[in-house]
Nanobody, 122 residues
Framework: QVQLVDTGGGLVQAGGSLRLSCAAS????????VGWFRQAPGKERAFVGS???????YYADSVKGRFTISRDNAKNTAYLQMNSLKPEDTAVYSC????????????????WGQGTQVTVSS
């Protein structure tokens, strides 16, 4: 069983940066792939990016070049660094984990964080 806690959201102006954290319980976090998803008001949850257990990352086109996912297995934490934020990045961001290779599909993930609100003002 893995519990995930998302933190780091907030209000930021367009062009600014935020770093989200996904802290996991358990001693085998390094074996898990982590995905980041976001849900904007009135929209379906969407894939943002992922990182597998070996550190390989994959991003949605909408965030490529602006967002970076990393992990620190010693701290049982994954990160989502968001730069050059745009108002359309406003959403609730959630991390998810699965004991397998990374995926861009929500249904493939077993464990979910509670989400953290990111609001980008214009």
């Amino acid at each position: 069983q893995v519990q995930l806690v998302d933190t780091g959201g907030g209000l930021v102006q367009a062009g600014g940066s935020l770093r989200l954290s996904c802290a996991a319980s358990g001693r085998t976090f390094g074996n898990y792939a982590v995905g980041w998803f976001r849900q904007a008001p009135g929209k379906e949850r969407a894939f943002v990016g992922s990182i597998n257990s070996s550190g390989y990352t994959y991003y949605a086109d909408s965030v490529k070049g602006r967002f970076t996912i990393s992990r620190d297995n010693a701290k049982n934490t994954a990160y989502l660094q968001m730069n050059s934020l745009k108002p359309e990045d406003t959403a609730v961001y959630s991390c998810a984990a699965r004991l397998a290779f990374a995926s861009s599909k929500m249904q493939d993930y077993t464990y979910w964080g509670q989400g953290t609100q990111v609001t980008v003002s214009s």
